[in-house]
């Protein structure tokens, strides 16, 4: 299994439709995940950190499910400024948190 | 809010060149970090910089490469003799390293080697 991986894409969805995005790690010692977000070109931005088994920040929720070691985005409601690119981040289980990237998963939202 | 700010915002140098690209974190932050992505590739980790010293580094950062803190604010990374695989973008990032708090990213020098 890679250390994170995620399906490309891209998701091409409605405006208001509800998307879901899964993402699967290899390291079971991982404690922490994040989310993050991916403009084109542009730095990443922290969206959701996951501790323990979800978060959930108005639209977005992301859970965790360490039995199976895969972590889930799901955004509901979705607006145009939702497209992006959506990247799995695990830390390594270091003391100084290298990341480690998926590759991201391209999110299109159309009018 | 604070936020890591990067210099230049593109850097365009020969094959062969030394390049250094420089990186203010947060100012309350302790671990600094480097990163690089590919144009359509993942981004990738570097190296981690902890009291004045590479704490961890990848297969990616070899002799080329280099990391320095030079006056406590600035956070540099130097490539010493550039090749053309090197054209990347270079994310710095930095945290306060408190366990499962996020790395905060600037907004990147894109590296073009010609």
């Known amino acids: 299994r890679k250390e994170v991986e995620q399906d490309p894409g891209p998701f091409n969805v409605p405006e208001g439709a509800t998307v879901a995005f899964n993402c699967t790690y290899s390291n079971s010692a991982s404690q922490s995940f994040f989310w993050y977000r991916q403009d084109c070109r542009k730095e990443p931005k922290l969206l959701m950190s996951v501790y323990s088994s979800g978060n959930e920040d108005g639209r977005f929720t992301a859970q965790l499910n360490r039995a199976s070691q895969y972590i889930s985005l799901l955004i509901r409601d979705s607006k145009l400024s939702d497209s992006a690119t959506y990247l799995c981040?695990?830390?390594?289980?270091?003391?100084?948190?290298?990341?480690?990237f998926g590759t991201g998963t391209r999110l299109l939202v159309s009018p | 809010e604070p936020e890591v700010t990067q210099t230049p915002s593109h850097q365009v140098t020969q094959m062969g060149q030394e390049v250094i690209l420089r990186c203010v974190p947060i100012s309350n932050h302790l671990y600094f970090y480097w990163y690089r992505q590919i144009l359509g590739q993942k981004v990738e980790f570097l190296v981690s910089f902890y009291n004045n010293e590479i704490s961890e580094k990848s297969e990616i950062f070899d002799d080329q490469f280099s990391v320095e803190r030079p006056d406590g604010s600035n956070f540099t990374l130097k490539i010493r003799s550039t090749k053309l695989e090197d054209s990347a973008m270079y994310f710095c990032a930095s945290s306060s390293g408190d366990r499962d708090q996020p790395q905060h990213f600037g907004d990147g020098t894109r590296l073009s080697i010609l």
């Open positions: 981040v695990v830390p390594q289980n270091t003391g100084f948190q290298k990341l480690v």
